[in-house]
């Protein structure tokens, strides 16, 4: 069996030497490209006063119909898309749910900002239930919660994947005499 020549080892050594010094530095590389550009991040996810889309309010016959806006804002500081799944808006009056909204899923692209849209129609038979609604009316001023609670996902290079859901909860005041709202909202996030 024929040996190999030492300046044909010293070759094959120096070969394997340079390719596991490679293989090394890209997985250095690829270590540190996970730490810094594509470790997922949370989105920043913020929720804009709730606004008073429509009010028709009458004495004479009494009649009352209300529509609210909810906008909530997905900024997504990633170099993935953040999929969200489910947003679903809910309004009570007084712990009484009184309104829902729902906005369809849909794909924030990488290092964006997307706002989603809806609109809420109240359901004044249901705020009549409650026994605040007449002193409620006659002080001008309707007391409203709206909870909005977003879900969703980042994956990046198809391996590291981050769920995410966001809670956003508004205190609304909706002023009957001047047609305006008095928003404080609270976001937390969920990772």
């Known amino acids: 069996m024929p040996t190999m020549s030492k300046e044909r080892k010293k070759c094959v050594v120096l070969s394997c030497s340079i390719l596991l010094i490679l293989i090394i530095l890209l997985i250095i590389i ?3 490209l996970y730490f810094t550009m594509f470790k997922p991040k949370s989105p920043e996810i913020t929720s804009t006063p709730v606004s008073l889309d429509s009010l028709n309010f009458t004495l004479l016959p009494i ?32 712990g009484i749910l009184v309104g829902e909204a729902s906005v369809d899923p849909r794909v924030v692209s990488a290092r964006s900002t997307s706002t989603l849209n809806t609109t809420v129609d109240v359901d004044v038979a249901t705020m009549m239930t409650s026994g605040s609604f007449l002193s409620d009316m006659a002080s001008g001023s309707l007391p409203f919660t709206s909870e909005t609670v977003t879900s969703g996902k980042v994956i990046v290079l198809n391996a590291f994947k981050l769920h995410a859901t966001v809670d956003v909860s508004c205190d609304v005041g909706v002023s009957l005499f001047n047609a305006s709202t008095n928003t404080v909202c609270n976001t937390t996030i969920h990772v």
């Open 63 to 94: 009649s009352l119909n209300i529509t609210l806006g909810v906008d909530v804002t997905v900024k997504n500081n990633n170099y993935a898309a953040f999929k969200i799944r489910t947003t679903n808006t809910s309004l009570y009056y007084h």
């Open 30 to 32: 690829l270590v540190i």
